[in-house]
Structure formats: structure tokens, C-alpha cells
């Protein structure tokens, strides 16, 4: 049993606290145990449904898959094993256990539709063991695709954001450049950043560089839309404030206007990062000849489906690895609100 | 003990004046109309006195101290502070609103150092963010974040956001509306240490009587439609005053009665 130590935060001077002491939170002991044995029961479920249809896959196919359930399941009895002595791997296992066991439950299922009754036409739908083969069969070129999409990805959307930063805040606070820039935003804007691909091929010098002038112009839109009604939008108290407390025009813009803009920025932040994905796949498949989107077309050239597949998981990890951070960034940023909406 | 007394305005050693103001508005529905909000306000406040405005909604109490702050400008009429026309907003004239409008992306320590940061001394006057903090009760909460408050706490840090300026004048514009009953008596005790510990100037806007007795030296009662003032009543009452005293309550019949809300006879 453990008991957390009362919290007491110091009341100054007899007003009430909003804080209440928190009551010690009691853990049933053998709760743990049904969170921590469901991955081990999924793997073994998955193990011998492999080992069933298994038979019909090349060997060195089946034996990457027996590999890689192994270590899952490997990992997972570990950690059952360890989590009766750690509270906090106690915590993150009954949080994440159910989930990771419907994963390797749909690899499962994954596997019995496919390799095992044979129910959807091949080559297309290769099973998992061939999606893993062919991922570690090509992890060279995938790991360079992924390196590829990731330097194309971050210039656009860094240039994208900075230059979308910057005119939002112009036309969020200057009545000026909102009058001569909101008409642009307002036209221009929602022109889907794809449709401009025949105009930058014939433009362009090099087809990297349009993917990137493309994709900071799919970041640029909702980055400057969201952030100049931030800023548009800053509670006009807050400004009254500053000024008596005898705030320059630069203090209200860099301390007040674009601080309280800053959940609506990372909105726009969020929207921007959707549209370059898009703009990104779509780039790197009609003229960049590299990144996981070229990667793609080309494998399915071959008709290679296990490629395929390999690189759209690929893909899922790098985008929502992208998207984890940005959500950590605004989760520091933005500390001071209450009550945001966690990745 | 006469508690009441009208007085006329001195004119030496005022911190603030306010001349002949007249303050008109556009209507919000017909921009040919304008609606008049203030007319023929003239006040002095003396260095170091505490005054306060009462009287009902719609007198453009709120108007004149945002005229007084200098984020509105007065149709007619001028406003001195000291010898210093009032032409814009200023660090020595600060504002406390009824929401404190602390900056809730700034934890209590940097709303209060929000004055120094602006006006770029933080680095000589570092050492005065603590005094500050201390002086509204907060050390344990410096560095918690605006929603972690209670309204009486938010309020402190708004008084020591306005404070750490040295401002010459302080306007209150019903700072303490929107607290509960019991918070607010505590506050007004903390307003008052406040100003009898520092000398301030203040100018504070209510709408509670007795709050304005509690409180100030000289009870300045507006009437709306437009607004003008009606009386200033000097408060002679000695310090520490009883709420409930019969001197008090004498004064807060006599307000009333100024008011149109006392019993006829």
C-alpha cells in the first residue's frame, strides 16, 4: 500500500484557496495483473494464427513475423513481471495495454483474412509477415525516403509557418495591411496548394524547390488566417492594461497580442501541418524523385503491395511522430492554459 | 459628530483635475445621434487623498476614469495630472478594472513585473518584484499561473501590477465588484492598508455605498443620463471606521436620500 503524501499549498492571509487537499488515491492490488497479461494473450493468439496460415508464406517471411511477435511478447511478459514493483509502469501499462493487445488482435485478424482463407485478391493485400518482409527487405531506401521527406517537409513547413507568422500578425494589427492583405488571404487562400502543381513545374528551376515554395503555401494559409484573428481578437482589456501600465506598441504586440493569439497559432499550426502532409505526398509522387510518396508510386509500379504497405506505415509513424511533437511544443507553450486537448 | 459635510474644491495641491469635461458617443444605432455620456464634470483630487465615485449605471463612471487613465479622449473639457495635460495613457496613472485582467500566460511573478518589462527597467528594479509580491500576500503563489486563483487573490495581483509603476494616481474601477461579500470587506481592509502605507493617490469607482463610506475621504455622487455630478460628501469619519456605527449608517441614509432610494421624511 502507498499512501501519497497530502498535498498542502500555504494559504497566505485567510482567504480561501482554491487548492484542496487532495485524499490519498488507494490502488487495489490484482487489478493490475488483467491489464498486464492482456499483450501476452493477444501475442499468443496472433503466434498461433501465424503458425496456421503461416504455411502457405515464404520462410523467410514467417520467420521475420515469429521474430518480431516474439519480442513484443517477449517485452510484454517482462514488463508484467516488473510492474507489481514500479507504480508508475503500472500506471503507463494499464493505461497503453488495452490498445497495443487490439493492435496485435487486428494483426491477427489482419493475418487470418489475408494469408490464412485467402478472402481479398493478391497481390494487393499482401498479409502482415509480407509487409514486414518488405519492410526490412527495403529498409535502406526507406529509411532514406524518410530522410528525404522529413528535410522537404521541414523547409516547406518552417518557411510555410515563419512567412504565415508574419502576415498574420500584420493583418491581425494593422488595420493597413488587413485592408490591402485580407482580400489576397481571403482569394488566394483557399486555393488547394496541389492545384498550383502545373504553374510551379513550368515556373520552378528545380522540382524540390516548388515542393517546397508548395508546401509552405498550404502552411501559410491557415497559419496566417488563425493567427491574425488571434490577434485581431486579443481581449481589449489586455491591451487598456498594458498601455496604462505603460506599454510601447512593441510590448503590445510581443507581450500581449501575440501571447494571447497563441492557442488560435497553434491551430492554425495543426491545420498547416495536415495540409503539408498532403501537399508533401502529393509532390514527392507527380515531380520529387525521392521521399516516401515517390516511394510509394514506384512500388506499386512493381506492383510490390507488401512496399506499399510498408511505406504508409512508415508513413503513419513519421506523420504522427511530427504531430506528437508539435503537440509537446504547444503543451510547453501553452502551460498556462487549463483544460486543451492531449495527443 | 456631523458626518457629512459638502466642501468646496480646492484648487492647490491637487494631483488630479479634471475641467469642464463633456464626453459624447456616437450612437451605436444611428451614427447621426450622439448620445451624451458625461457633461460639465469638473473635479480635483488632492495628492494623497482617496475619493470615490458612486452612483447608478449609466453615469459614465467608468467613462471618466478611462478618460482619466487616457485610453479615451474627452469631447471637451481637459484633465491635469499635476501640471500635465492628460493626452494619453501613462504609467503614472494606473487602472484596476472589476475583472483583474491579470495576463494568464504570465504566472503571478511576471504579471506584476509586466509594468517594469514595458516600460524597460526590469534589471534595475528586479529587487522590487519580490517587495511587491510580499506586499499582496503572495510569496507561496508567485509562481502560479492566473487560473489557479481565487478572485481575491487575481485582484491582489492586479493592485501590485498597478502599484509596482509608482503611479502618481490609481484608478479603481469597482475592483472589488466581483468578489463575494466577506473576501470583499477583507479586500477593501487591504486597499486601504495599502494606500495608508504608501501614500497613493486613488480614485475609486463603486456602487456600493458602503464601501464608498468605508473607504474614502470624499464621496464624489454622480447622476446619470447625462452624467454629471451631483454632491461631493467628505467623509469625516475617523479611521478605522465602523461599519456599523451610528455616525455610519447616518451617512449612508443621507446618501441614499441623494440617491432617490431613502424613505421621504
Known sequence: MNALPELKIPISSGEQSPAVAIAPAVTKSGQPWRHALMVPMAILLALAVHAWAGKSEAASETQSYFIFLGIIGGASILLAILQPFWTGLQRWMKDLCPIIAAGVVALGVWEVVTAGFQLLPMPYFPGPAGVLASMINDRGIIFDSTWHSLLLLSQGYLLGVVVGLVTGICIGWFPGARYWGMPVLKFVGPIPATAWIPLAMVVSPSATFSAVVLIALAVWFPVTMLTASGIANTRASYLDVARTLGASRGYLIFRVAIPAAMPNIFIGLFMGLGTSFLTLVVAETVGVKSGLGWYVGWAQGWAEYGKVYAALIIMAVFFSTIMTVVFKIRDRVLVWQKGTIRW | ?265
Not at chain 2, 501613462?90 to 516600460?119: H, K, M, Y
Not at chain 2, 503572495?138 to 499561473?145: E, I, P, R, T, V
Not at chain 2, 473576501?183 to 481592509?189: A, C, I, V
Not at chain 2, 467623509?235 to 449608517?249: C, N, W
Request: a negative charge; aromatic letters at 6%.
Open chain 2, 1 to 265: 459628530m456631523v458626518a457629512a459635510e459638502e466642501r468646496a474644491i480646492s484648487v492647490e495641491g491637487s494631483a488630479l483635475r479634471v475641467d469642464a469635461v463633456r464626453k459624447e458617443y456616437p450612437s451605436p444605432l444611428d451614427t447621426n445621434v450622439r448620445t451624451l455620456a458625461l457633461d460639465g464634470i469638473s473635479l480635483e483630487v488632492a495628492a494623497g487623498d482617496l475619493v470615490s465615485i458612486v452612483g447608478p449605471s449609466g453615469c459614465g463612471k467608468s467613462t471618466l476614469l478611462r478618460m482619466i487613465a487616457g485610453l479615451e479622449a474627452p469631447t471637451t473639457g481637459e484633465l491635469w495630472v499635476g501640471s500635465t495635460p492628460i493626452t494619453a495613457p501613462s504609467a503614472e496613472r494606473g487602472l484596476v478594472f472589476q475583472d483583474p485582467n491579470l495576463f494568464p500566460w504570465c504566472t503571478v511573478r511576471r504579471n506584476i513585473e509586466a509594468g517594469l518589462v514595458a516600460r524597460g527597467v526590469l534589471r534595475e528594479k528586479r529587487h522590487e518584484v519580490d517587495e511587491f509580491i510580499n506586499l499582496v500576500g503572495l510569496d507561496s503563489f508567485a509562481d502560479a499561473f492566473p487560473h489557479h486563483l481565487s478572485g481575491g487573490m487575481a485582484q491582489r495581483v492586479a493592485l501590485a501590477r498597478a502599484l509596482i509603476n509608482h503611479p502618481k494616481v490609481l484608478l479603481l474601477d469597482e475592483p472589488l465588484g466581483a468578489l463575494d461579500a466577506f473576501t470583499r470587506m477583507r479586500m477593501q481592509d487591504e486597499v486601504l492598508r495599502l494606500w495608508e502605507g504608501r501614500g497613493t493617490t486613488m480614485l475609486f469607482v463603486t456602487h456600493d455605498i458602503d464601501e464608498a463610506i468605508y473607504m474614502s475621504s470624499r464621496i464624489v455622487i454622480m447622476s446619470p443620463r447625462p452624467g454629471r455630478i451631483e454632491r461631493v460628501i467628505e467623509v469625516t469619519l475617523p479611521r478605522p471606521r465602523e461599519r456599523s456605527s451610528r455616525e455610519f449608517l447616518q451617512l449612508r441614509g443621507d446618501i441614499l436620500e441623494l440617491l432617490h432610494f431613502g424613505h421621504a421624511g
